[in-house]
């Protein structure tokens, strides 16, 4: 079985700082993670995914997220962060080559942006 | 290409009652997922189909039930509706859950009163 932890529930920062949602995830199996965003009364968005190859994966609007084995990490970062970036970030892990598989998620970090 | 549709947006129930939510998927993709979103819970999984087969269920009670059409259209039902039954109902399609290609759509907003 699979869990996530994303260790803040509430991350705010102000406009063109950087930022570091972290996630934290356990299995006794290979997994895949991703990052999703979610804005008030919509659904999920993916922002970004780790399937396999590099660790480092990137979002089209300046996100990026590593993938740690060792720290079992795939912490979701932004060196400058905008307004339009508040929302709520979702960190998932999902089993690969599992028929049915489902993503599990984290409870979810609040990002607000001021200016 | 089109994405995940739910329908309807909005619902609003009465306790006893019981309620079907509908998800019309991605052109082509096969896998339906079905989640619950709560404040107090989060995001938990319920049940996904593929060519009209459960594959796999959370830890819900037998209340709640889906199925699966053949144009791989989708329905989740909820019967005897509770009002912590009062959720966020997502769905996400894939051509198969296990390739990590998750769409979700808006979701449908369901409140018991």
């Known amino acids: 079985a699979q869990s996530v932890t994303q260790l803040d529930s509430q991350v705010p920062v102000f406009e063109e700082a950087p930022v570091e949602l972290r996630c934290n995830y356990s299995?006794?199996?290979?997994?895949?993670l991703f990052w999703y965003v979610q804005y008030p009364n919509q659904g999920l968005q993916l922002l970004l995914k780790y399937l396999s190859g590099s660790t480092l994966v990137e979002s089209i609007n300046g996100f990026e997220a590593e993938f740690n084995k060792s720290q079992t990490s795939f912490h979701l970062r932004k060196p400058s962060v905008h307004i339009s970036d508040t929302a709520e970030y979702f960190c998932?892990?999902?089993?690969?080559?599992?028929?049915?598989?489902?993503?599990?998620f984290g409870k979810g970090t609040t990002l607000s942006v001021s200016s | 290409k089109a994405g995940v549709t739910q329908t309807p947006r909005y619902l609003i129930k009465t306790r006893g009652q019981q309620v079907t939510l509908s998800c019309s998927p991605i052109s082509g993709h096969r896998s339906v997922s079905w989640y619950q979103q709560t404040p107090g819970q989060g995001l938990q999984f319920l049940f996904e189909y593929f060519s009209e087969t459960q594959r796999n269920k959370g830890n819900f009670p037998g209340r709640f039930s889906g199925r699966q059409f053949s144009n791989s259209r989708s329905e989740m039902n909820v019967s005897t509706l509770e009002l912590g039954d009062s959720a966020l109902y997502l769905c996400a399609s894939s051509l198969a859950a296990e390739d990590g290609g998750y769409t979700f759509g808006s979701g449908t907003r369901l409140t018991v009163v």
């Open positions: 998932a892990v999902s089993a690969p080559h599992q028929a049915g598989t489902a993503l599990i």
């Open positions: 299995s006794s199996v290979s997994v895949y």
